[in-house]
């Protein structure tokens, strides 16, 4: 069975600072992993995936993500971040022969000016 | 623009009622997620379907809780008699399995969630 862990429950920082949210997971098994973000009263999107290839995964507004399998992590970072960037941000992993995805209990971004 | 919908958004009702959430998904996606989130539990996948045939309803409280498919275009989930310990914003979420002997992994796209208050 594969579990998430995701380190901060909140991370508080200041407009254009750098961010980085961190992520570990467990798995006897391939895993692909997940970062998803959910705005206030709103449902989750993807931000960024890692299915193969190079580790490094990146979105288009700025964050990347970089899974290192010997550390069993997959830590979100951003630069410089956004008032825009608050939201809620979920670590997740499923099984490359499965379907389920297993959430971590989220880290709430918060971007003060 | 294709998305989840889900309905209704909020739903207040008075313990012991039964409560219906539709969603309906992305055409063409193969399967679709119910998954409860509250603050305590965080988000729990409660039950999923591929070709509209559950594949795994583990996390689904078997005694009050249903989940169906009645075709490939509406997703439900009834809860009969709903408790104050089922308040919580429930998210349907749909994708596209990959073709068979390929990897299983689907992006799954998100609905906006109903809102449910059991008094």
């Known amino acids: 069975a594969q579990s998430v862990t995701q380190l901060d429950s909140q991370v508080p920082v200041f407009e254009e600072a750098p961010v980085e949210l961190r992520c570990n997971y467990s798995?006897?098994?391939?895993?692909?992993l997940f970062w998803y973000v959910q705005y206030p009263n709103q449902g989750l999107q993807l931000l960024l995936k890692?299915?193969?290839?190079?580790?490094l995964v990146e979105s288009i507004n700025g964050f990347e993500a970089e899974f290192n399998k010997s550390q069993t992590s997959f830590h979100l970072r951003k630069p410089s971040v956004h008032i825009s960037d608050t939201a809620e941000y979920f670590c997740?992993?499923?099984?490359?022969?499965?379907?389920?995805?297993?959430f971590g209990q989220g880290t709430e971004l918060s971007v003060k000016p | 623009d294709a998305r989840v919908t889900q309905t209704p958004r909020h739903k207040v009702t008075e313990m012991g009622q039964e409560v219906t959430m539709r969603c309906q998904p992305i055409?063409?996606?193969?399967?679709v997620f119910w998954y409860r989130q509250t603050m305590m539990q965080g988000l729990e996948l409660l039950a999923y379907?591929?070709?509209?045939?559950?594949?795994?309803d583990s996390g689904m409280p078997k005694d009050r809780f249903s989940a169906e498919m009645p075709d490939a275009t509406l997703a439900t989930l009834k809860i009969q008699p709903s408790e104050p310990r089922d308040s919580a914003v429930y998210f349907c979420?749909?994708?596209?399995?990959?073709?068979?002997?390929?990897?299983?992994?689907?992006?799954?796209?998100f609905g906006p969630g109903t809102r449910l208050l059991v008094l």
């Open positions: 979420a749909s994708g596209l399995a990959g073709l068979a002997g390929g990897p299983r992994q689907e992006t799954q796209y």
């Open positions: 798995s006897s098994v391939s895993v692909y």
């Open positions: 890692y299915l193969s290839g190079s580790t």
């Open positions: 997740a992993v499923s099984e490359v022969q499965g379907g389920k995805l297993i």
């Open positions: 055409l063409g996606h193969n399967t």
């Open positions: 379907f591929r070709n509209r045939a559950p594949l795994d």
